[in-house]
């Protein structure tokens, strides 16, 4: 690295929801300045006016808070070179635009502006990513700078901010390496020296096809609203498109900080895998504590309404349903039997012939009858306590508290059914063994 501050900058054009193909590329550029204790600056490009998304502006500001990815500098927060919103800069432009005039370098067409592009030769430069890139000059046709109303193109736009910002590295995808040639002749003709380039690759679905909803594929915003953490997405999306160790650590921001290498970005384009992002997630929960996850699921809306009357229940099932969850999304129905219980049918606890019916009846009688007599209603002392009356029973362990697991939760599938009965509460099971009595008399 040179001694040059390294800036780097994310530069979104508000005309839709940011894809998360973006949002990796945010990443990358966030590591990378952080990584030599740089800048990485926010810079909104919304000269495309007619595309316009009014929501799309704050949009961008809530994924880069969420992911933790905060600016230093930024519409919210200017720094010496603002304005960072392009349209609030439109004198800039036009100057340069009339310098490349000047030069040669470009010309009027129709009243708006165009540049000059050579018609023989080769535009090459040396890419972070792709390595050594040339592009005949001949393949390129002479775009747009600046329109006929005064508003620049990306064209212009970009490379003069990129400049005048003193950004350092330009990563961006590989869509726009046939536009390169066209960056590399302004840049020239101004007498600047250009950014180092790295073009980042695709990211596809698991057929290899374009990443689209069919994936799975969805903004931050809406995976944040199916229940996924930044942890585990900021996790996932490093590794689209770098590689370390193999590719199933947990990471934090600082430790991808620590581990991120700019010349180690990978050429092959990134599979998006859904599957993968569910065992970051999964496994995050996991790591976080308790608290920490009641808090997420009580401010993204995750615990229903008509359950937050008792907290301190509620923190117990998150301790007992923090295993299971792939996503915060999954924990309301994983709590539902601690606060509803839909009556179960016959052969969801029992075979139906009729010894097998009394069978289970008069086991699931002496069950509530041993739990009514509990003072200390603990998932310890209940699995004692059922523990030896299973031992005296026809029944095997699984048979016997299968049927009581359905009986109580109208579940299959619980958390570890002891600590599940505690928190239920004493008064609530032995109502609902009662009714399970009536069903099989």
């Known amino acids: 690295m040179s001694k040059a501050k390294v800036r780097t900058r994310i530069a979104p054009s508000p005309t839709g929801i940011p894809h998360i193909g973006n949002t990796r590329t945010a990443l990358f550029d966030y590591l990378l300045a952080k990584k030599y204790d740089g800048d990485f600056i926010l810079r909104i490009e919304d000269t495309d006016q007619k595309r316009l998304v009014p929501e799309a502006l704050e949009a961008t500001y809530e994924i880069l808070d969420f992911l933790g990815l905060q600016p230093d500098e930024s519409p919210k927060k200017p720094g010496k070179y603002g304005p960072y919103v392009q349209t609030e800069r439109l004198d ?41 890139i040339s592009f005949p000059y001949n393949e390129v046709d002479d775009k747009v700078l600046l329109k006929s109303d005064g508003i620049p193109t990306y064209h212009l736009a970009a490379m003069v901010d990129d400049h005048l910002m003193e950004i350092s590295h330009i990563l961006r995808g590989v869509e726009w390496i046939s536009s390169t040639p066209v960056h590399l002749v302004i840049y020239q003709a101004l007498g600047w020296q250009m950014p180092i380039l790295a073009h980042v690759p695709l990211l596809l679905g698991p057929d290899k096809s374009k990443l689209s909803k069919r994936h799975g594929a969805k903004s931050i915003l809406g995976l944040r609203d199916d229940g996924y953490l930044p942890e585990a997405l900021n996790n996932f999306m490093f590794y689209l498109g770098f590689s370390y160790q193999d590719n199933s650590k947990l990471l934090t921001l600082k430790e991808m900080i620590g581990i991120f290498d700019e010349t180690k970005l990978q050429k092959q384009n990134a599979i998006y895998d859904v599957q993968k992002l569910n065992y970051f997630n999964s496994h995050w929960i996991k790591r976080l504590e308790d608290e920490d996850i009641f808090d997420r699921l009580l401010k993204f809306g995750f615990i229903p309404k008509k359950w937050l009357g008792d907290e301190d229940k509620l923190r117990k099932i998150v301790s007992l349903v923090k295993e299971r969850m792939h996503t915060l999304k999954d924990f309301a129905k994983l709590a539902e039997c601690f606060f509803e219980y839909k009556l179960p049918q016959v052969k969801e606890i029992t075979d139906q012939t009729e010894a097998d019916v009394a069978a289970t009846r008069d086991w699931l009688s002496q069950a509530s009858q041993v739990m009514e007599k509990l003072s200390d209603f603990t998932g310890e002392k209940i699995h004692t306590a059922l523990g030896e009356l299973q031992k005296n029973s026809a029944f095997t362990p699984r048979q016997a508290f299968m049927s009581l697991r359905v009986a109580g939760t109208a579940s299959t599938i619980t958390p570890p059914l002891f600590d599940t009965f505690a928190v239920i509460g004493k008064q609530e099971i032995i109502k609902r063994l009662k009714q399970i009595d009536e069903l099989l008399k």
Do not use: H, N, T
């Not at 310098?99 to 535009?123: H, N, Q, S, V, W």
């Open 92 to 132: 800039i432009y036009q100057k340069y635009a009339q310098e490349l005039i000047d030069k040669g370098f470009a010309y009027k067409d129709d009243g708006a502006i165009r540049i000059k592009m050579p018609k023989e030769g080769y535009a090459s430069w040396k890419d972070l990513v792709q390595k050594k």
